[in-house]
Structures are given as structure tokens and as C-alpha cells.
């Protein structure tokens, strides 16, 4: 069976250019099995432990961070934050100098943007690559989504024994997380 872009209730099948309507619950499936589809392609490549210093754990903690802080900052984009968190590291091939991880993980987004990551326009696209090419480069940011991004896992610094430092966050957000 040919992939369906889900577009609002409308869902354009590849076959034909049928349009048929799909129901909220049938859109809440598919959006889920391809969120699912993409969490097991980018697990299924990850090339260290699963339980170490870069990998899902510190996923989890950089999105449930990340989205907090977009929460919190105007114009930061939440989808994007979420996808940086799975994707900046997912491409390590070890967990201390990489300096090339975050371009790997910015194409492995580039390589699913047309089956995975079909929902996201060419603007957030390149927020994300951004985002995931130069998060180890120790710059700071004045764009919001992109400042959610690096504060998120650079508040996860102290995994590492690092303890993280203000001048090296982004947003207000962050820093204001960074003195809570
Ligand atoms: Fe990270």
C-alpha cells in the first residue's frame, strides 16, 4: 500500500490523486505509526549503549526539557525542539569526541523529511538541521526554536559532570531553568 499524507481531515492518497476523508481517530493512527515507524528507524541505527550518557534517556530528558522551554519562549517551535531532541545525538559513534554527530543526525532528519517528517514546512526543516549540525559548536543563538534546542541539552550537562553555564544558554527560558 502506497503512503497517504494526512492534510487536515482531507488525506490525499498517492494512488490517483484520490482525496478521501479520513476521521480524527483514523488521523490520530497514522500520525502515531509514523511517529512510531520513526522513534524504531532512528533506534534501530543508534550504534552505542541504549542506557548511556547520549542515548534515549538523554532524548527523553532534552524533549521534555526542550518543549518546556518553547512553552515558555515566544516563537519557539515545539515540533522542532521534539525532533532535535531524537535526532541531535542519534548518530554518535562514540560518547566522547564526535565533532561530526550532530551533521550525521541532521541527515539522517534529511533522509526521512519525505516519509517521516512530511508535516514539517522547509522553514522548520532548516531549523532543525541548524539545530542538530551545530549544537556541539558552543555558540548561542537569537532565534527562539533553535535557542530551546541547545538550552535543552545543555541543561542535561551535569550527566556528564558538567555543570552548565549561563552564558552558554540562549533563550530566558533557559536561564531562568538554569537558577530554578
Ligand atoms: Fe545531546
Avoid at 512510531?36 to 527523553?60: A, F, Q, S
Avoid at 550532530?102 to 532548516?126: I, P, V, W
Wanted: with cysteine; aromatic share 6%; proline share 5%.
Amino acid at each position: 500500500m502506497l503512503p497517504v499524507v494526512p492534510c487536515g481531515v482531507q488525506v490525499l492518497t498517492k494512488e490517483a490523486g484520490e482525496v478521501s476523508i479520513w476521521s480524527l481517530q483514523e488521523i490520530q493512527r497514522a500520525t502515531l505509526a509514523i511517529m512510531d515507524d520513526l522513534l524504531r528507524t532512528i533506534l534501530e541505527g543508534y550504534e552505542l549503549p541504549k542506557e548511556g550518557l547520549h542515548g534515549p534517556r538523554h532524548w527523553i530528558r532534552v524533549s521534555r526539557v526542550g518543549l518546556e522551554l518553547a512553552k515558555a519562549t515566544p516563537g519557539g517551535d515545539p515540533e522542532v525542539v521534539y525532533l532535535f531532541a531524537l535526532f541531535h545525538d542519534s548518530r554518535r559513534e562514540n560518547e566522547d569526541t564526535d565533532p561530526d554527530h550532530g551533521l550525521r543526525g541532521a541527515e539522517l532528519a534529511g533522509s526521512m523529511r519525505g516519509t517521516h517528517l512530511l508535516h514539517l514546512n522547509d522553514a522548520q526543516f532548516e531549523l532543525l538541521r541548524y539545530a542538530c549540525t551545530h549544537h556541539t559548536d558552543g555558540e548561542t543563538t537569537t532565534d527562539p526554536t533553535i535557542g530551546c534546542c541547545w538550552d535543552a541539552d545543555r541543561l542535561d550537562l551535569g550527566r556528564v559532570g558538567i555543570e552548565p553555564e549561563v552564558e552558554y544558554l540562549s533563550t530566558a527560558a533557559g536561564r531562568e531553568w538554569l537558577r530554578s
